[in-house]
């Protein structure tokens, strides 16, 4: 799942500063799922602004609303009259909401209230950790099914460094080596041989560094827009 | 003032009922809301009782180790300090809310951290929120002086209530 | 210029003809200033030419901003010192390296020395973006692409002279998982690496289990391992060291032995504690350099005094390294070295 936190309270007053009429615009997907931006989250931040806006002595009108699914506009739609009016849309969606409410309503003013922060899951409750950087092009058939590009503090393809000390990243001894968790996977395996082999540097086009992405299927296309 | 008490049904709300019944006098200002069991205690709920205008909030659940539903008050000490972060983000002081455990047989206590919550609370005056809008709509029993300015200054000793909370008006 | 008059030499570097000389060699570690101050590296340069075969110039270590590690190595050249360049794969993506390497080739640095990098969290940048195009193992596939078979990363053919370098790698024996070490250093060799500085080593027993199994699998014939020794400056930095640093086994024994070092010495008299510890840590490195010499497979020390240049020269002659050989120059094709 995509998982996101709260920006600090201080932070959205300073990006609704200038509206009176707020929407706080809650997803029921991955955000509702780590909890920071469902219908519980979103009406703890419409009533956390509306008490805030109240002591600073200009109260504003905030309301919430949560749909099942941000990132798909036919969702959007069945609220689109709340969006409209409107000064402003808090949405506590990932990255993602806040863009497809920002391409399916271009004239209305959106703002973020979550920072998006990774892909991962829940370890246990209330701990969420990276799993998938979204590379674009999969080795975890090589490490184990440890992905040593969202899990490594130095993305190497041929770890460890020398940083590796009792299980744990030079960087933090709460945060795992993800090459000492590749090497204990395989060897439990009897798998090593998949590590000897020098991996090749890595075809970063596939990743962010290519510029935006872009996945199209013909098959799945309608007819009519396909022909566009 | 207006405080609102989340009782635990197992042990807060049964020693504010042995409160009453040893007639010990509390603070007229508690305003006892049972629930069944501190690990019930929702966020948001909090969040809209400050809204609303009360002044402060306590928590009453069990004693740690002692909860009913075995670990409901170790939640609740959790999502009571989370509460404490988003009123401090809203702008409130933070001491408006705490938590305290205890068990069905402690009255006298129940009834010394009511007067506690109670003073701790004045202390830190009327909440603005009620100050900014006046007198709430929900008002609760008695002529406790909701939203004046005179308990504000710390003065809670006469405004005292003897009935059994559990007759009290309950606001949920 | 091009490898062919080199004879069978990788870049013809004083370094690399030491070693090839069968010498047991000495490089040392130059840190360039937080500063554009080339005279603290002609200082620098001053303490450590003579005592050493080369000096491994920093590349923003521990992910502070220092003076460019090719830019100081100009500075050393200049003076006389060799340079060995440190590369980092935190700061730059494979084709900042690639210019840089051309850059350094043409100003007539011989050595570099290819690694991973600190990140950048220890640093005065915690908020930078980190590279890792590369990690250490295939920047070490690019240098020596790049000069054996005259192509860039990509592929492509390099049309003029291509960058000819000594090309080096850091092994860290003590770093986890240790039995796995051997292995990883077995991939630097096998991407080619043609010397190995380790990482400082204080508990030799430790490094012997390690060479043992460098050994077994048959490293020692293939590359130059040059094993790392720190001098202490004290009690404090030993205990640091033992537990702070990740990747670093410091043996109580040691800790005692710099604590013992001060002991009779008012605790006023600080500037002869600091004496008397100092005059331990290099006994304790002349010490351990002799019991390194003796490991099978250990072909120089690599010298790592931090921002205390001046005990280079302590440990060089107190070991019985001074002077450093003077090898002869690139022989002719028919002179009949045999290394490789």
């Known amino acids: 799942m995509i998982v996101a936190e709260q920006k600090p309270l201080d932070e959205i007053k300073g990006l609704i500063a200038e509206a009176e009429k707020v929407l706080v615009l809650g997803c029921g997907t991955c955000v509702t799922v780590c909890f920071a931006g469902g219908e519980k989250e979103a009406g703890i931040l419409a009533t956390s602004l509306r008490m805030a806006s109240k002591i600073d002595g200009q109260p504003k009108d905030v309301t919430h609303t949560t749909v099942q699914r941000q990132c798909e506009w036919e969702y959007l739609d069945a609220v689109a009259d709340q969006i409209r009016e409107a000064d402003i849309v808090v949405s506590v969606g990932c990255g993602i909401g806040v863009q497809a409410v920002v391409e399916r309503f271009p004239e209305v003013w959106v703002v973020p209230g979550l920072n998006t922060s990774f892909m991962g899951l829940p370890t246990e409750q209330g701990v969420w950790e990276e799993r998938c950087a979204a590379c674009g092009s999969c080795i975890l058939g090589l490490t184990g099914g440890i992905c040593p590009i969202a899990r490594c503090a130095k993305q190497l393809l041929n770890g460890p460094c020398g940083g590796s000390q009792n299980g744990v990243c030079e960087i933090s001894k709460e945060l795992p080596c993800a090459w000492q968790l590749i090497y204990d996977r395989l060897k439990s395996q009897n798998r090593l041989h998949l590590i000897t082999q020098i991996q090749p540097p890595k075809d970063w086009s596939k990743s962010r560094d290519g510029g935006p992405r872009r996945i199209t299927r013909e098959d799945l296309r309608l007819a009519a827009e396909a022909s566009e | 003032m207006q405080i609102v008490a989340y009782s635990c049904h197992y042990c807060a709300y049964a020693a504010a009922d042995l409160a009453g019944v040893l007639r010990l006098s509390y603070p007229a200002a508690i305003r006892i809301v049972e629930v069944p069991c501190t690990g019930r205690l929702d966020v948001l709920e909090v969040l809209h009782a400050f809204e609303h205008g009360a002044d402060g909030v306590m928590v009453a659940g069990c004693l740690e180790g002692d909860c009913h539903f075995q670990a409901g008050n170790l939640n609740a000490r959790r999502r009571v300090a989370r509460v404490k972060e988003l009123i401090t983000a ?35 005056g ?15 029993a008695g002529g406790d002086g909701l939203g004046t300015r005179r308990e504000g200054s710390g003065d809670v000793g006469p405004s005292t209530q003897k009935t059994p909370a559990a007759h009290q008006e309950r606001q949920r | 210029m091009s490898g062919e008059h080199l004879n069978g030499y990788k870049a013809g570097s004083h370094l690399e003809r030491v070693l090839r000389a069968g010498h047991f060699a000495v490089t040392a570690e130059l840190g360039p200033p937080q500063a554009a101050d080339g005279d603290v590296i002609r200082k620098k340069a001053a303490l450590l030419k003579g005592y050493c075969d080369a000096a491994n110039i920093t590349d923003n270590q521990t992910a502070i901003v220092r003076m460019s590690s090719i830019g100081a190595g100009a500075i050393a050249l200049q003076e006389g ?19 840089d390497l051309l850059g350094a080739s043409a100003l ?99 490094f012997a289990e390690f060479m043992e199994n460098v050994r077994r699998l048959g490293l020692h014939q293939r590359v130059y ?26 043996p109580n024994e040691l800790v005692d032995r710099m604590t013992q070092a001060a002991e009779g010495i008012d605790k006023e008299d600080k500037k002869a504690r600091a004496a008397a510890w100092r005059d331990e840590g290099v006994r304790i490195a002349i010490e351990q350099i002799n019991q390194l010499r003796k490991i099978e497979g250990v072909a120089g020390v690599h010298i ?34 045999t290394h490789e």
């Open chain 3, 81 to 99: 010192l060799e340079p060995v360049i440190q590369m980092t794969c935190r700061d730059r993506n494979r084709l900042a390296m690639q210019s």
């Open chain 3, 304 to 337: 790592m005094a931090i921002e205390w240049e001046e005990a280079v020269k302590l440990l060089v002659e107190g070991a019985g390294l001074y002077p450093r050989p003077e090898p002869a120059s690139i022989p002719e094709a028919d002179a009949g070295l």
């Open chain 3, 108 to 206: 007539g640095m011989r050595n570099v020395l290819c690694l991973t990098g600190d990140h950048q969290s220890f640093g005065n940048h915690p908020t930078a973006k980190n590279v890792h195009d590369l990690d250490s193992v295939q920047l070490v596939q690019m240098v020596v692409g790049m000069r054996d078979k005259k192509a860039f990363q990509c592929g492509e053919e390099i049309k003029g002279a291509e960058p000819r370098f000594f090309v080096g790698a850091a092994a860290n024996p003590f770093g986890d998982p240790f039995e796995w070490r051997p292995y990883r250093l077995g991939k630097k060799v096998e991407a080619g690496a043609d010397f190995i500085q380790t990482q400082l080593i204080y508990n030799i027993e430790r």
């Open chain 2, 90 to 124: 809203v702008g409130l002081e933070p001491e408006r809310i705490e938590m305290f455990n205890l068990s069905s047989a402690m009255g006298r206590q129940f009834a010394d951290y009511a007067v506690k919550m109670t003073q701790q609370t004045a202390s830190l």
């Open chain 3, 225 to 250: 391992l040059l094993a790392g020794i720190g001098p202490l400056k004290s009690p404090g930095m030993a205990k640091y060291m033992r537990d702070q640093v990740p990747g670093m086994d410091m």
């Open chain 2, 126 to 140: 009327p909440s603005p929120l009620r100050a900014a809008s006046g007198r709430v709509s929900r008002t609760g």
